[in-house]
């Protein structure tokens, strides 16, 4: 591999991490307005995962807690996803799926990049 490809390669990871952790410090910002309602935590929640993933376009979040379930306009689900339990003192109390609308290149995990499930069990 030439030193050009090898610092293209490099940048793009970079970029993707970037992208990730934009994605996390915009979850940590819907959590933290304590006093706003949970549907609008939760709906800026959704909001920021798109931009974390490598095909923000075609992902679609979904989230659930207890027996309530929030998800964008425009939300569809498909075979490709990724599902994390959401956990409170050890019992499970939701999940958090993300989903692609369309087949994508394989990766790490179907579509979907290790880095992307490392973000996804943070979150």
Known sequence: M???RR???LVESLQERAKELRCLYRVMDALGKVDAPLDEVFARVLR????GWQYP???RPLLRVEDRMYRLPGFQAS???QRAEIRVDDE???E???YYAERRAQADEGPFLKEERQLLDTL
């Open 79 to 81: 075979a490709w996803m």
């Open 96 to 98: 958090l799926c993300v």
């Open 7 to 9: 610092m293209d390669d």
């Open 57 to 59: 376009g075609v992902c």
């Open 2 to 4: 030439s030193p050009d």
């Open 92 to 94: 499970v109390v939701g």
């Open 48 to 51: 920021a995962i798109p931009d």
